[in-house]
T-cell receptor, first 113, second 114 residues
Framework: AQSVTQLGSHVSVSEGALVLLRCNYSSSVPPYLFWYVQYPNQGLQLLLKYTTGATLVKGINGFEAEFKKSETSFHLTKPSAHMSDAAEYFCAVSVEYGNKLVFGAGTILRVKS | EAQVTQNPRYLITVTGKKLTVTCSQNMNHEYMSWYRQDPGLGLRQIYYSMNVEVTDKGDVPEGYKVSRKEKRNFPLILESPSPNQTSLYFC?????????????FGPGTRLTVT
């Protein structure tokens, strides 16, 4: 069965530092991959997605992710963290011809001033 | 504004009292789905629907029912809620066509069963 693993349930960075949130997936077919963000007491917002083509994907709020097939990874990065980036981040893979999103357990990002 | 709406946003109920959480989308999407979010587990799919009158189980369907009588609505029914159904619930939708299978999520319904 397909699965998504997010390394680190909590990540803490200083404001201005690099943000790196790790995501590894298992999929028997070429994956469609997503990163969603959830701000406190809010719903899920799509940050970025990979379908086909360019493996480096740019999203909103300065985030980007690189699809590496050989490593089955889709890590999320941002060069400089901002206080407003504090949230929970979810990596997900679309399976069963789009009938289901399989989510990782989530990573809570804390940004220190 | 294109959106998925859920009602209620917050609900506290008691064990065994039937409840319904409504979900509606105004984007004319064929596909709709329900997920529950629990700490440390991420989101898990409960049920999904490919179109009107077509529904199927997800990974955690036990204790839930759904119906899809209209394209825009996909209510989640808990016939006899139990405390282990205390969770944050999300409805989502997407068009049948498209190149990414991106799903659009509602704001969530926080359910507490005592």
């Amino acid at each position: 069965a397909q699965s998504v693993t997010q390394l680190g349930s909590h990540v803490s960075v200083s404001e201005g530092a690099l943000v790196l949130l790790r995501c590894n997936y298992s999929s028997s077919v070429p994956p469609y991959l997503f990163w969603y963000v959830q701000y406190p007491n809010q719903g899920l917002q799509l940050l970025l997605k990979y379908t086909t083509g360019a493996t480096l994907v740019k999203g909103i709020n300065g985030f980007e992710a690189e699809f590496k097939k050989s490593e089955t990874s889709f890590h999320l990065t941002k060069p400089s963290a901002h206080m407003s980036d504090a949230a929970e981040y979810f990596c997900a893979v679309s399976v069963e011809y789009g009938n289901k999103l399989v989510f990782g357990a989530g990573t809570i990002l804390r940004v220190k001033s | 504004e294109a959106q998925v709406t859920q009602n209620p946003r917050y609900l506290i109920t008691v064990t065994g009292k039937k409840l319904t959480v409504t979900c509606s989308q105004n984007m004319n999407h064929e596909y709709m789905s329900w997920y529950r979010q629990d700490p440390g587990l991420g989101l898990r799919q409960i049920y999904y629907s490919m179109n009107v009158e077509v529904t199927d189980k997800g990974d955690v369907p036990e204790g839930y029912k759904v119906s899809r009588k209209e394209k825009r609505n996909f209510p989640l029914i808990l016939e006899s809620p139990s405390p282990n159904q205390t969770s944050l619930y999300f409805c989502a939708s997407r068009p049948a066509a498209g190149d990414s299978y991106e799903q659009y999520f509602g704001p969530g319904t926080r359910l507490t069963v005592t």
